[in-house]
């Protein structure tokens, strides 16, 4: 079975960049509904999936006491931990 990579792992084969990693965090703090967002050329994620996956970023985003630079940081390592799909 072979496993889809992770956003990061696209990146280090610099098939997704890190303005479009950007433009994700982008997207997904001016709409946390935001579903399917393209990766690169050939990749897609589904954001409000991705954050809501992590635990973690999940419980920054939701704290109205943490900074605008936390939740961005959670929500750029949820999206670098995901496996987009080939769009």
């Not at 703090?29 to 393209?38: D, E, L």
């Not at 939740?71 to 670098?80: E, G, M, Q, V, Y």
């Amino acid at each position: 079975m072979t496993t889809r990579p992770t956003t990061s792992e696209l990146s280090e084969a610099k098939l997704v960049s890190k303005d479009d990693v950007a433009a994700a965090v982008d997207a997904f703090m001016a709409n946390p509904s935001t579903t399917t967002f393209p990766l690169g050329k050939d990749y897609a994620l589904d954001l409000r999936d991705a954050v809501a996956a992590s635990p973690f970023a999940l419980g920054v985003v939701m704290n109205p006491h943490a900074r605008p630079a936390s939740k961005r940081n959670a929500i750029r390592t949820a999206i670098l931990l995901e496996r987009p799909v080939k769009a």
